[in-house]
T-cell receptor, first 114, second 116 residues
């Protein structure tokens, strides 16, 4: 069964600190993996996208890594800011059909305290 | 920020009412989607469209219906709302390409629906 599991479910850190969010998936055959940021009451916004051949991708203070062998990804946030408080969602797509379906994790709820 | 809009943002209605959630995008995207999201849970695809006059049901069974008469507009309708329909509804679109759903999707702000 194609699944995406994220950990931790929630995380509280102090402003300025770094943190790492985890994503494990069983989606096969794999096409790509995205990290989305979803602010409370808003729609998700794409942060990074990685294909099978990419093992790291950065977007400002966000750095995503991918290990396609172990089917794991991480999102590292450097020097956190209050505006980083949001849910971070890992999304994996397959290439097993013409539809290329997306599989969503439940997200990690990050809270940054001043 | 993506040019995709949803109205209303919040809606509280009584059981049995007919409602339509509006979604429109100005990016010329051919593919559009509707997702349902409960707090702390993953997004579930309930409807999608490859283009005008094309609509398909998603992975999660839903009593809602959709239509795609114009490229930019993808409304979702509930004929008779029930408390079990209380949820967040997110609309998304993605750029022209092949028929795969895996293109990057741009999301609207969502409609939070509460049925009493």
């Amino acid at each position: 069964k194609n699944q995406v599991e994220q950990s931790p479910q929630s995380l509280i850190i102090l402003e300025g600190k770094n943190c790492t969010l985890q994503c494990n998936y069983t989606v096969s055959p794999f096409s790509n993996l995205r990290w989305y940021k979803q602010d409370t009451g808003r729609g998700p916004v794409s942060l990074t996208i990685m294909t099978f051949s990419e093992n790291t991708k950065s977007n400002g203070r966000y750095t995503a890594t991918l290990d396609a062998d172990t089917k794991q990804s991480s999102l590292h946030i450097t020097a956190s800011q209050l505006s980083d408080s949001a849910s971070y969602i890992c999304v994996v797509s397959d290439r097993g059909s013409t539809l290329g379906r997306l599989y969503f994790g439940r997200g990690t709820q990050l809270t940054v305290w001043p | 920020e993506a040019d995709i809009y949803q109205t209303p943002r919040y809606l509280v209605i009584g059981t049995g009412k007919k409602i339509t959630l509006e979604c429109s995008q100005t990016m010329g995207h051919d593919k559009m989607y509707w997702y349902q999201q409960d707090p702390g849970m993953e997004l579930h695809l309930i409807h999608y469209s490859y283009g005008v006059n094309s609509t398909e049901k998603g992975d999660l069974s839903s009593e809602s219906t959709v239509s795609r008469i114009r490229t930019e507009h993808f409304p979702l309708t509930l004929e008779s709302a029930r408390p079990s329909h209380t949820s967040q509804y997110l609309c998304a679109s993605s750029a022209p390409g092949d028929r795969a759903l895996s293109n990057t999707q741009y999301f609207g702000p969502g409609t939070r629906l509460t049925v009493l």
